[in-house]
């Protein structure tokens, strides 16, 4: 399993980002879930879930002022781009909500962009290193 964390934004929400993973990696993700305050089903549902390709999971942690984004391995690079994307719009609605702005608004717009630029380094990277060189 691939894994990174981010600071977004001035306030520092965390965000730890979760990809590529596998069975093996089942253990890891479980305790995660539950160091986001999971019950047992609720995680046992998610790891279901996540052991389907083109799924992903965003989890709030609002105590921690934390996301934990979870993507599994997918068909395609579009599938696993899009299932980011997906994921990251949940991120922006969790610090919207608990900054109280407006999901809608500019500022939230801001923030999308300024995930999109700190990810943008994992994102090329998971890309570029499935394309053949022909």
Known sequence: ?????????????????????????????????????????????????LSKPNTGMTIPNFNEQMSVVFISGATSDDEWLDTMFHELKHVVEHISLFYRVDPQSEPAAYLQGEIGKQLFPVIMSRLCSRQKLS
Not at 18 to 28: G, L, R
């Open 1 to 49: 399993m691939r894994t990174r964390f981010f600071e977004i934004g001035d306030d520092a929400w965390g965000l730890l980002l979760c990809w590529d993973y596998s069975m093996e990696d089942y253990d890891d993700i479980y305790a995660i879930m539950k160091n986001f305050d999971l019950t047992d089903k609720e995680t046992k549902e998610s790891l279901r879930i």
